[in-house]
Nanobody, 119 residues
Framework: VQLQASGGGSVQAGGSLRLSCTAS????????MAWFRQAPGKEREFVAA???????YYADSVKGRFITSRDNSQNTVYLQMNSLKPEDTAVYYC??????????????WGQGTLVTVSS
């Protein structure tokens, strides 16, 4: 079981990035695929989650700017990040599990990809 995240990088405020996360084995099943992030000196926080059937929900801090989607044929989940702000700077992690905003509900985690937004 493995999750492989990619797509991080550096961007100026107002720019966009798209993160990808490809899952193998049991990690991409009928449960939720989610994104979390962790900024330096802060706890890991929920960003977005989506289910195979299409239901998605977002943290208030990213609602209207970020979109998560899934390509079930490719076992891949995406996080499209628009109108990026310096406070979005963090290491972003993809995760697979039961769903919800609590990281303890997720069984499998990717290695993280760094997003840096400069002002």
């Amino acid at each position: 079981v493995q999750l492989q995240a990619s797509g991080g990088g550096s961007v100026q405020a107002g720019g966009s990035l798209r993160l990808s996360c490809t899952a193998s084995g049991q990690a991409f099943g009928s449960g939720a695929m989610a994104w979390f992030r962790q900024a330096p000196g802060k706890e890991r926080e929920f960003v977005a989650a989506g289910w195979k059937g299409g239901y998605r929900y977002y943290a208030d801090s990213v609602k209207g700017r970020f979109i998560t989607s899934r390509d079930n044929s490719q076992n891949t989940v995406y996080l499209q990040m628009n109108s990026l702000k310096p406070e979005d700077t963090a290491v972003y992690y993809c995760a697979s599990g039961k769903g919800g905003t609590d990281s303890r509900l997720y069984d499998y985690w990717g290695q993280g990809t760094l997003v840096t937004v400069s002002s």
